[in-house]
């Protein structure tokens, strides 16, 4: 009965992501929510918004008890890049690499 909420198009690197993810794998939904309240990082709090709304899909589609509920995958996958340029000295251009993530988190019950 696992539910699952996504989030695409964030703008930040997955690696930055991953490491926030990788703090919230396998836990309880509220002992995950309070880790990502008190992670100091941007992307605690987009994948804590993902986590609620994984949470939200499950209480109004499955009926289930929000206690019973942990996180059973969190992964992030790589997202579209935007290629920008930097103007650097004698005429050479730089390549800027703007990054974007999809986070997945899928939660399931105890």
Same mark, same amino acid.
């Given at each position: 009965m696992e539910v699952r909420a996504?989030?695409?198009?964030?703008?930040m690197s997955p690696r930055k /992501?991953?490491?926030?993810?990788?703090?919230i794998r396998g836990r309880n939904v509220?002992? =995950?929510?309070? +880790?990502?309240?008190?992670?100091? %990082?941007?992307?605690a709090?987009?994948? =804590? %918004?993902t986590l609620r709304?994984?949470? /939200?899909?499950a209480e109004n589609t499955q009926n289930v008890d929000?206690?019973?509920?942990? +996180?059973? %995958?969190?992964?992030v996958?790589?997202?579209?890049?935007?290629?920008?340029?930097l103007p650097r000295a004698q005429g050479r251009a730089t390549r800027i690499f703007k990054r974007?993530?999809?986070?997945?988190?899928v939660v399931d019950e105890r």
């Open positions: 996504r989030t695409r198009y964030i703008r /992501a991953r490491l926030v993810v990788d703090l509220g002992e =995950a929510l309070s +880790v990502l309240d008190f992670t100091p %990082k941007k992307a709090r987009l994948i =804590a %918004k709304s994984a949470v /939200a899909n929000v206690d019973q509920l942990y +996180v059973k %995958k969190a992964y996958d790589e997202g579209p890049t935007q290629k920008r340029t974007s993530s999809h986070v997945t988190v």
